[in-house]
């Protein structure tokens, strides 16, 4: 497989919008469609028969990036929770007193710090030019599934109120799921870690 410059406009070469997606409503996300289309040779992009590879490594790029993107949700998740958990009293005195509550901002908090010092540890070896494909995939596994325990827990804690629009975490909770799609779906990712740690390595 080779990758392959389509310039806009090139016969054969149209896209459809998609709308109606329960997050990310203004990520300008669409279906490309390839029509007989035919561009000059110079278009190919890097070597030919290189295009696997070369996604391979936009894959580990892309997965810092996603991890980055679950790494502040979580963080903001948690601090919207806290936030509600000191303002809202139940018998005279604030929620986030009450130890039920206090464990989970604990757990949250404990949880955003492991997630962040695991995604910089993958950035610092990509920035030091050494090999972090491993640490990439662990990263964008753990922080995407950090996010989502999080604003589960934090939808919880705001009640009935978490899941009305009017209180930003009903919309943590939804552009979550996407984390643990893109990129690689969760399972996708768990498979190239197995590879990684030598799982299929065996005489």
């Excluded at 709308?19 to 996300?29: F, G, H, L, N, Y």
């Excluded at 390839?34 to 996604?55: A, S």
Aim: positive net charge; hydrophobic residues 35%.
């Amino acid at each position: 497989m080779s990758c392959i410059l389509v310039p806009n406009g090139t016969p054969g070469f149209t896209t459809k919008k998609m709308t109606k997606k329960m997050m990310w409503r203004s990520s300008d996300t669409g279906e490309l469609y390839f029509d007989d289309c035919r561009v000059p040779e110079e278009n190919l992009l890097g070597k030919r028969g290189e295009g696997f590879h070369q996604m391979l490594q936009t894959l580990d790029n892309g997965r810092l990036a996603i991890a980055a993107m679950g790494l502040g949700g979580a963080q903001g998740a948690y601090e919207l929770a806290m936030k509600y958990a000191k303002e809202r009293k139940q018998f005279g005195k604030p929620i986030s007193t009450f130890q039920i509550n206090a464990f989970k901002l604990a757990d949250m908090a404990t949880e955003i710090e492991a997630a962040r010092n695991l995604l910089y540890k993958a950035c610092y070896l990509k920035d030091q030019g050494k090999p972090f494909g491993k640490e990439a995939a662990m990263a964008k596994l753990y922080c995407s599934e950090v996010m989502g325990r999080v604003v589960a827990e934090a939808v919880q804690i705001h009640g009935g109120y978490g899941l009305m629009k009017e209180y930003n975490i009903e919309r943590f909770y939804r552009d979550h799921k996407l984390l643990t799609i893109g990129e690689g779906t969760s399972e996708v990712q768990r498979i190239v870690i197995s590879r990684k740690i030598g799982c299929y390595d065996v005489d």
